[in-house]
């Protein structure tokens, strides 16, 4: 999970202990509250690089109804967390 200047970021490992495995690099670890130096577990959202990317091009409005759709879908698929879904994708140990 290390950064090319061997630094790890602080919320890549908390999120790692959330979910209970190393975040891919394909991985990013979202902050719900757009708040970078809070990252406390339920702050941390696990989604893919280009995710991470398309939600951060948006814009005030958007990005806040792209994050709640997100939130929704999540709620509607009776998923709790990426834990859950690690599990069901068999990347947990
Ligand atoms: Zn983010």
Do not use: F
Not at 1 to 24: E, Q, S, T
Not at 50 to 65: D, K, V, Y
């Amino acid at each position: 999970m290390a950064m090319c200047n061997g630094y790890v970021a602080r919320a890549r490992l908390v999120l790692a202990g959330k979910i209970g495995r190393n975040l891919l690099r394909s991985e990013a670890a979202h902050h719900e509250d757009g708040n970078r130096i809070n990252d406390a577990p339920d702050n941390l959202e696990l989604m893919t690089r280009g995710e991470h990317t398309r939600l951060h091009n948006l814009s005030g409005q958007a990005r806040r109804a792209a994050e709640s759709r997100w939130i929704k879908q999540r709620a509607a698929l009776s998923i709790p967390g990426v834990r859950a879904v690690s599990k069901l994708i068999g990347l947990n140990r």
